[in-house]
């Protein structure tokens, strides 16, 4: 993996340049209707109150490099949920998106949780390829799951038979 990089919490501060990279680095996945819903998905409410669980990577100039966003569950606080992830295309591939997601996983462990959620597009197949290599459960296409035409594929991952 880059060795360059700095990871932190992200911040209020870091809003804008998560929003600027969800159209470009999903490549362009459902076009602007695409960008927008996922922009949709992302507002100030996670920068500001879901950040203790929630990583962000800087090249050494400052420029975003990558970022999780998660949370341990309000309702059960056995679950933890990755609402989303994303690394820059240029640094695809070297281990950037399974090192956050190590990070989470021995975060949310130290709290209790034994398990991990997410969902993703069933258009997303970079997505759901990344998942299952990282251990989690693929379920089918759930129709409707968001709401009326949003389908989405669910990831489950168990962390109870690892290492502390
Ligand atoms: C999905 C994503 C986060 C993966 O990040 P990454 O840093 O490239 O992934 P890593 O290099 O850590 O890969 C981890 C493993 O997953 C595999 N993997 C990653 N992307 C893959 C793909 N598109 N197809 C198949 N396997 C893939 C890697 O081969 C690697 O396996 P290995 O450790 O056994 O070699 C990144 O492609 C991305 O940001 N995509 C756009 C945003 C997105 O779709 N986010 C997820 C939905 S919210």
């Known amino acids: 993996m880059s060795a360059d990089l700095t990871f932190?919490?992200?911040t209020e501060a870091d809003h804008a340049r998560?929003?600027?990279a969800l159209g470009p680095w999903w490549g362009g996945l459902k076009g602007e209707a695409g960008a927008r819903e996922r922009a949709s998905l992302v507002p100030r409410l996670?920068?500001?109150h879901f950040t203790t669980f929630s990583r962000l990577a800087e090249r050494p100039d400052g420029t975003l490099a990558a970022f999780l966003i998660g949370f341990v569950s309000q309702t059960d606080p056995s679950v933890a949920y990755i609402h989303f992830v994303g690394v820059d295309?240029?640094?695809h591939g070297q281990g950037i998106?399974?090192?956050l997601y190590e990070w989470f996983f021995g975060r949310v462990r130290e709290s209790g949780v034994l398990k991990v959620k997410c969902i993703t597009s069933p258009q997303?197949?970079?997505s759901r390829a990344y998942h299952a290599r990282l251990g989690f459960e693929v379920s089918e296409v759930l129709p409707d799951y968001d709401g009326p035409g949003l389908d989405r594929v669910a990831f489950t991952r168990s962390l109870a038979a690892e290492p502390a």
């Open 124 to 126: 997303n197949t970079g």
């Open 89 to 91: 295309p240029q640094l």
């Open 97 to 99: 998106g399974r090192s």
């Open 46 to 48: 996670y920068f500001q």
């Open 8 to 10: 932190r919490q992200p």
């Open 18 to 20: 998560v929003l600027a």
